[in-house]
């Protein structure tokens, strides 16, 4: 009679958890305070340069004013009338910037769909 002399097999054995690698921390800056944005420039804090400023405004033209001058033309006025509110800054969307580094703050849209 003659035996088998194969060894038995072994599964190789892993560790329970991954090893761990460095992460690199990402900074974040200090917690600043919510300002409420309108249409009117704001006293903030820049969250670029971190100055205390007025922001400068810009007005541009957005989804509430195309909605507007959509509904102009519903009504029946088609003779140039659907263009005023592309020229009325109270239709359109204000975008706030610093007026040290020229960074946008933030933004008020007329309509807003976020």
Known sequence: MEFDQRQPVQTPSYPSQPPQYPTNSIMQPANLPQVHLGKKPSNVTCPSCGAQVV?????????GTWLIAGAI???????????IPFFVDDCKDVKHYCPSCNALIGSKKLINID
């Not at 922001?55 to 989804?63: C, D, F, P, Y």
């Not at 033309?73 to 263009?83: D, E, H, Q, W």
């Open 73 to 83: 033309c519903v009504v029946g006025l088609i003779f140039g009338c659907c263009l």
């Open 55 to 63: 922001s400068s405004i810009s007005h541009e033209s957005g989804l």
